[in-house]
């Protein structure tokens, strides 16, 4: 057994399927499966158990993967280490953030630290599903959830407020939501899965409501929903960083502020694969990410705020 059967087989896993690996390697599925064979006969048991969609870890494979990942990311420290010495830092990060979000508060983000650090690729993906980071290949995503996903790490960036809003021209020709049953038979405006009902949950005290909503207008692009909105189109349901200004302007009119809402789930966390060497390119990003999200949120109202600041 050597380095590299070990990093074959952390490859293989990570990747889920050999003609994925095979893809990632560069090698064609034949080659990788007669490594892993050869692997499996050196060890004298068996490491991955192969279904029709996925590879998964026998308990002696789990504990010769753990170990890969180890040896993957210490020489990928060093070799990191050795080609940033007197230089500025360089390297690839993918990440995938949501689109509202993305669009309204993170791209002034993104772009001051792509001036800070001009040598590291930005690879951006504007993406709301929740996506196997693995199967996209990305290194960090931002998601809006209830809870992260158990087998990945979760940095909390801060809570989502939902606001109930509409524009003046349409309320001087209905009335506003004056409380939440209203919204069933108002042309509401909001973010859906295909093929779900929409189902808004509102809290106030101890008190939770449920309302299932029929939208007339559906999108996941948050800058559209804005728009509809100011179009005088309907009521919209949207976090509030979307229209944030809008309603600092008085362009849009809030109903039923006494409400907290949520849709998708109210936490914002940025999510990142365990046992993962993290270059100083994805470091330094985190690192900004996180100190912009609580420098820009706390305090100021209309944003998201962290839980310890609610």
Not at 5 to 15: M, P, Q, R
Request: hydrophobic residues 40%; aromatic residues 6%; charged residues 25%.
């Amino acid at each position: 057994m050597d380095t590299k059967s070990l990093t074959l087989l952390v490859e293989i896993l990570d990747a889920g399927n050999l003609s994925e690996a095979a893809r990632r390697l560069k090698m064609t599925r034949a080659n990788v499966s007669y490594h892993l064979s050869q692997l499996e006969r050196a060890v004298g048991m068996q490491l991955v158990r192969r279904t029709t969609r996925r590879v998964e870890p026998t308990e002696i494979g789990l504990k010769l993967y753990q170990h890969g990942c180890s040896i993957r990311d210490e020489l990928a420290a060093a070799q990191e280490s050795v080609e940033s010495l007197g230089r500025t830092p360089q390297g690839r990060v993918r990440l995938s953030v949501p689109s509202g979000y993305g669009q309204f508060v993170m791209t002034p983000w993104l772009l001051e630290f792509k001036r800070s650090y001009p040598d590291i690729v930005l690879d951006v993906l504007f993406e709301n599903s929740v996506e196997d980071l693995l199967r996209d290949e990305v290194d960090i995503a931002v998601r809006i959830m209830s809870e992260p996903p158990s087998h990945l790490v979760a940095r909390e960036l801060g809570q989502v407020r939902y606001v109930v809003c509409a524009s003046p021209a349409y309320r001087a020709r209905h009335a506003l939501p004056r409380n939440l049953d209203d919204l069933s038979g108002a042309p509401v405006i909001s973010a859906a899965v295909i093929g779900r009902p929409l189902r808004l949950s509102a809290y106030q005290g101890n008190q939770r409501q449920q309302v299932t909503l029929d939208p007339t207008i559906v999108s996941r692009n948050y800058a559209f929903l804005r728009d509809a909105a100011l179009a005088g189109l309907g009521v919209a349901i949207v976090p509030d960083y979307v229209v944030y200004e809008d309603i600092v302007q008085e362009r849009l009119l809030t109903a039923l502020d006494d409400w907290r809402l949520s849709i998708f789930g109210r936490g914002m966390y940025l999510l990142a694969m365990p046992s993962r060497h993290q270059p100083r390119a994805l470091t330094l990003l985190i690192e900004f990410i996180m100190d912009k999200a609580h420098a820009a949120h706390v305090g100021r109202p209309g944003l998201l705020l962290p839980r310890a600041s609610r």
